[in-house]
């Protein structure tokens, strides 16, 4: 029943594995079903080497396992959230890119510094709260999603726009139309916050880009009238 979407979900995961930003077991990446308001996603620990489309796991909305043999990723509870209160995605990733996880650890947001960051996000990528004692030693998992959906709704940040956010002290989520484009999300994500650390070191004293040029580079990729590529 759930076969496509574990597909999707397989192929996202083994995406990040190749891209090397989720190493040893590490990251994760899911596929949803709005329709039956389920996702399929990688199961917990297990080697991206072992990895099977069957493996994937099937879980609902509010967390629950449906199907599958194997325990669902430890951070099941983040997607869970992030797909009942982002209705417009398809896919959810999680990694633990380098560069990325330093603006985490750091508690800085990747600032929008050139063109390569336009085309991919309108504006830096937020950086959320560290979660407080009480929220890690709770529903850990479920409050990180909370901590992201209360910071775009806090900050009118459109989660549509915006397809990534950092989570302080922890490290990337991204997101997208499928767990194909929450993947690649997540790639360039990475890319260009190591081109913001190189930036940041040339020139500590750098803005970000202007207003005008974001405008352009978002737009003309993603925006209504958007002529980058061949169409449809």
């Not at 990251?27 to 493996?55: H, Q, W």
């Not at 797909?83 to 800085?108: E, T």
Request: glycine residues 8%.
């Amino acid at each position: 029943m759930y076969k496509e979407i574990k597909e999707k979900a397989y192929k996202a995961n083994m995406m990040l594995y190749k891209l090397g930003i989720a190493p040893f077991t590490w990251g994760n990446a899911s596929e949803c079903d709005r329709e039956k308001r389920v996702f399929a996603i990688k199961p917990s620990g297990v080697e991206y080497e072992e990895l099977t489309p069957e493996m994937m796991v099937i879980v609902d909305f509010d967390g629950n396992k449906v199907e599958g043999e194997y325990n669902p990723s430890s951070d099941t509870a983040t997607h869970a959230v992030l797909y009942s209160n982002f209705p417009d995605i398809g896919g959810v990733v999680h990694s633990h890119s380098i560069n990325a996880v330093a603006f985490a650890q750091a508690g800085i947001p990747v600032p929008a510094l050139g063109t390569t960051h336009a085309d991919f996000c309108f504006g830096e990528v937020p950086c959320a709260r560290e979660l407080t004692d009480s929220e890690v030693n709770g529903e850990y998992e479920k409050s990180t999603g909370d901590v992201i959906v209360s910071h775009f709704r806090d900050n009118n940040i459109d989660e549509n726009a915006v397809p990534a956010v950092l989570v302080r002290s922890h490290g990337p989520f991204t997101w997208g139309k499928s767990a194909k484009d929450a993947a690649k999300n997540a790639g360039t994500l990475e890319i260009v916050a190591e081109m913001a650390l190189k930036t940041l070191r040339l020139n500590p004293e750098i803005v970000a880009i202007p207003s005008y040029l974001l405008n352009k580079h978002y737009m003309r990729k993603h925006g209504k009238n958007a002529y980058y590529g061949q169409g449809k």
